[in-house]
Every structure is written in structure tokens, then in C-alpha cells.
């Protein structure tokens, strides 16, 4: 068994909101993990009869309070992300992700590049639209840091964007019955139909307001 396949079993022993606040700030800092395998298998389990889960009391899982701690548990990862970016710097940040335990953690210099490349081209929105994007979801909050961006700004854009996406990681696991292989094949299509949603939301409005300063 890998470490992650460990974590799951682990998880599914041990599912509460205490677990799953803290898996999701392992997925959302330089710490691999697949948020698909916390926020699914627990809506999937709140939305049972028998969902009573037994740790130092008995307690029912809600799949809006899932939703609101693995938010926490997002947004906690991207300000470790974020911090630490600041703090160490360029140079430093690089330095690790192209090590051996950068590797370990799935990162590279490349990867970190491109993720600053993307913050620099859609600016500040990058760390909400970028919540939605594999491979630059866990990524996004280290070139915010980099950047030194404003703190409020980006606590916003952040949980704005992992919450939208938890809400469908909940539902996905709902309706795939907590079947992991195809919540992670699904989740796929799905960010790529809200990114292309949000495209279309921000055509409307540049065209609406076109519209509105050629009538002027």
C-alpha cells in the first residue's frame, strides 16, 4: 500500500471534521494529496441513514458543515503556501521544489513556474479561477505569495474558490456513491465545464459593457 492509500484507510476509520480539516490543508499546501478522496466520501456517508460515525461521542456528518471545514482546511493550506512564499522567497522556493524532497512532494521548478505564469497573466482572480485548474489548485497560493499579493484579496479569491469546489466534490459524491475512481475521472470534466462557464459569464459582461460605452 502507497501512503496515500495509508491516508484513505486511515480516513475512512477516523472521518470527522477534525480529519477532514486536516487532509484538506494537506491538499491545499505543497503536500500532495486529492481533495477528490476527502470532500466526496464523507457527503456520500452524510447522505446515509446510518451515517452516525462513533469517535469520543456519537454525531451525524452534515454535508454543509463538510463543506465549510474542508474550506477551512483549503484555506489553511493556501496560507501555509502563501506565508511561506513570502517569507523564503524566489530563490528558496525554487531551491526546494527542484530537491529531493520537492520531488517527494510532486513539485519542480517547472511546475512552479507555470503557476507563476499563470498568476501573471490573469493577475489577482488567479487564486480563485486557479481553485478549479489540476496541477495549479495546490500550486496558485505560492505565486500569490511571491508576489507579496494583498492579504484580503486573497483569503477572499481563495475561499471563494475552494468552496465552489467542495460544493462539488459533495455533490459529486453523492451522486457516484462515493466510488473514488469515478469521482477523480469526473472532477476532471468538471472544472473544465466551470472554467468554461466562467468564460462565458466574463464574455457577457466585457460585450455587455461594450455595448453600454458605444450607446454613450
Known amino acids: 500500500m502507497t501512503i496515500v492509500d495509508n491516508i484513505i484507510a486511515w480516513y475512512s476509520a477516523h472521518m470527522n471534521y477534525a480529519s477532514i480539516t ?21 457527503a456520500f456517508v452524510a447522505n446515509q441513514p446510518d451515517s452516525v460515525l462513533y469517535a469520543t461521542d456519537s454525531y451525524i456528518l452534515n454535508v454543509l458543515i463538510i463543506v465549510l471545514f474542508g474550506t477551512l482546511g483549503a484555506m489553511l493550506g493556501a496560507i501555509i503556501n502563501y506565508y511561506l512564499s513570502c517569507w523564503l522567497g524566489r530563490p528558496i522556493i525554487y531551491k526546494f521544489a527542484d530537491s529531493k524532497l520537492g520531488h517527494l512532494c510532486l513539485l519542480s521548478g517547472e511546475k512552479i513556474a507555470r503557476a507563476e505564469e499563470y498568476f501573471r497573466e490573469h493577475g489577482n482572480i488567479s487564486t480563485f479561477v486557479g481553485r478549479f485548474i489540476p496541477g495549479i489548485r495546490q500550486l496558485i497560493s505560492i505565486p500569490a505569495g511571491l508576489a507579496k499579493m ?67
Open 22 to 42: 486536516a487532509l484538506m490543508t494537506i491538499e491545499s499546501s505543497f503536500i500532495p494529496f486529492p481533495s477528490e478522496v476527502v470532500i466526496p466520501p464523507a
Open 150 to 216: 494583498k492579504l484580503l484579496p486573497f483569503l477572499l479569491y481563495t475561499f471563494l474558490g475552494a468552496f465552489i469546489w467542495n460544493c462539488v466534490l459533495a455533490l459529486l459524491g453523492y451522486v457516484a456513491a462515493g466510488n473514488i475512481e469515478l469521482i477523480k475521472e469526473y472532477s476532471h470534466e468538471l472544472s473544465v465545464a466551470i472554467l468554461i462557464l466562467f468564460g462565458i459569464v466574463l464574455v457577457y459582461f466585457v460585450v455587455k459593457k461594450i455595448i453600454a460605452s458605444t450607446k454613450k
